[in-house]
C-alpha cells in the first residue's frame, strides 16, 4: 500500500461544487487534493445554463472572460403550454455545454493550487474515533489510503461519502430525473436570438409527461449561428418514469405541439440521451459532521424551478471553504464548529413555499394560468 501524506482537505468530486471549493481553499493556501473517478472532459446531463448564482464565483476565481468566450448569452426565456399558449420573459444566464464548464472550473482549481487526481475510485471514507480522517481509494492500480484533516463529499446525487458516513436517505419521494440530448438546426427566431450574446431558451410544461417540463437552449459560441441546442426533459418524481420512455415522450411532443414542430422541422440530433438523478432539498440531509462537509448534489440542494443546481452548488462549494478554512486554522473539525459557522438558509417556510412550486408540475394546467397572468400585467 503506497503511503501519502496527510493533506489540508481532501475535496471527492470534481464537478463544479468540487472545483469552486478547491479553487476557493487552495486560493487561501490550504493543501487541498481534489479526486474525481472521471476523466476529464466528461459528458454529464444537465441543463447546461450557468445562472448569475455561479457566475458571481466564476468572476471571484477571475475566469469570466475565458466562460464569455465558450458560451451563448441568454437574455429571455419562452414558456409554452401543452395548450399552446406562450410568453416571453426576461431571463439571464450563460450557456454552455456541461463538459466545457467542468473542463473550465477544474482547470481553474489547479492553477490556484489544488493539487487533482483524475480516475481515482473513493470506495469508502476513513472514520477514527467519530471523524472522518481521509478516504480509502483506487487509482493507478492500486488500492491506498490518503488521510486528511477534512473530508468535503462533492460526489453528487449518490455520493460515496455520504453513503460511507450514513447520511444518504436511499429513499425520498423527492429524487426526481432529468434526461438530455445534444441537436443541431434547430430553428431559433431571428427576433428573439440576433447572436451570440443576444439569444433565448424555451420551456416547456405538458400534461403528457407529468410531472415534468421540456426545454430547448442554444449552448456554446456558435448556439445560435448553428442552432445547437440543449435538448430535455425533467421529471420531477422518478416512480413516474418507471416502464416511461422520455424519448417517445420527446417525439411526441414535438408532433403534438405546433411551435415545437417547427423549431425542430430541420434538426437532427448529433448526440446520444444521457440522464441522471436529481436530489432536492426535501430530502432533508445531513450537509456535516466530525471532519467532513457535503456539498452541491452530494447534500441535495437542488430545488428545480426555484433556484438552479449550479449556483446552489457553487454558493454552497462556497461557504463550505469558508467554514474549512476556519476549522483548519482553529485545528477544529467538529460538528459544533461547523454548526457556529455554517450559516444555513432557514428552511421550514422557505421549503414549504419550495416544494409547493415543485408540486405544481403535477398540475401543467397550472401554468397556463400564470402565462395568462403573466400576459394580463404585461
Not at 441543463?47 to 468572476?59: A, K, P, Q, R
Not at 420512455?245 to 405546433?258: A, G, T, Y
Request: hydrophobic share 40%; net charge negative; glycine share 10%.
Amino acid at each position: 500500500m503506497m503511503q501519502q501524506k496527510e493533506r489540508g482537505a481532501i475535496i471527492v468530486g470534481g464537478g463544479p461544487a468540487g472545483a469552486i471549493c478547491a479553487a476557493y481553499l487552495a486560493k487561501e493556501g490550504v493543501d487541498v487534493l481534489l479526486l474525481d473517478k472521471d476523466r476529464f472532459p466528461r459528458q454529464k446531463p444537465c441543463g447546461d445554463l450557468v445562472g448569475e448564482g455561479i457566475t458571481s464565483h466564476i468572476e471571484k476565481l477571475e475566469i469570466i472572460h475565458e466562460l464569455d468566450e465558450i458560451s451563448t448569452f441568454i437574455k429571455r426565456i419562452k414558456i409554452i403550454t401543452g395548450s399552446g399558449r406562450e410568453a416571453i420573459m426576461p431571463f439571464e444566464c450563460y450557456s454552455l455545454a456541461r463538459a466545457d464548464l467542468d473542463m473550465l472550473l477544474l482547470d481553474t482549481a489547479a492553477k490556484w493550487g489544488a493539487e487533482v487526481w483524475q480516475g481515482c475510485q473513493v470506495t469508502d471514507v476513513i472514520e477514527e474515533e467519530g471523524f472522518a480522517r481521509g478516504v480509502k481509494i483506487r487509482y493507478r492500480g492500486c488500492e491506498t489510503e490518503v488521510r486528511s484533516k477534512l473530508v468535503i463529499g462533492a460526489d453528487g446525487a449518490t455520493s460515496q461519502v455520504a453513503k460511507s458516513l450514513g447520511v444518504m436517505k436511499e429513499k425520498s419521494s423527492g429524487r426526481g430525473y432529468g434526461q438530455r440530448a445534444y441537436f443541431k438546426g434547430v430553428k431559433l427566431s431571428k427576433v428573439l436570438a440576433p447572436g451570440q450574446y443576444d439569444a433565448y431558451g424555451v420551456f416547456c410544461f405538458d400534461e403528457l409527461v407529468k410531472p415534468c417540463y421540456f426545454w430547448a437552449v442554444p449552448v456554446g459560441r456558435t448556439g445560435v449561428e448553428e442552432g445547437y441546442c440543449n435538448v430535455g426533459m425533467m421529471v420531477y418524481d422518478r416512480e413516474t418514469f418507471r416502464g416511461m420512455s422520455l424519448e417517445e415522450s420527446f417525439n411526441q411532443w414535438v408532433k403534438r405541439n405546433p411551435i415545437i414542430a417547427e423549431m425542430f422541422e430541420d434538426a437532427k440530433q448529433i448526440e446520444p440521451w444521457l440522464g441522471g438523478d436529481i436530489t432536492d432539498a426535501s430530502q432533508r440531509m445531513e450537509h456535516f459532521g466530525n471532519g467532513f462537509i457535503l456539498i452541491g448534489d452530494a447534500a441535495a440542494l437542488m430545488m428545480p424551478l426555484k433556484k438552479d443546481g449550479l449556483s446552489k452548488a457553487a454558493d454552497s462549494a462556497a461557504a463550505a471553504a469558508k467554514a474549512a478554512v476556519l476549522a483548519l486554522r482553529k485545528k477544529n473539525c467538529s460538528r459544533e464548529f461547523f454548526e457556529e459557522v455554517i450559516k444555513e438558509e432557514p428552511q421550514e417556510d422557505k421549503l414549504k413555499e419550495d416544494i409547493l412550486m415543485i408540486q405544481s408540475l403535477y398540475d401543467s394546467k397550472l401554468m397556463d394560468r400564470i402565462i395568462m397572468n403573466l400576459l394580463n400585467n404585461g
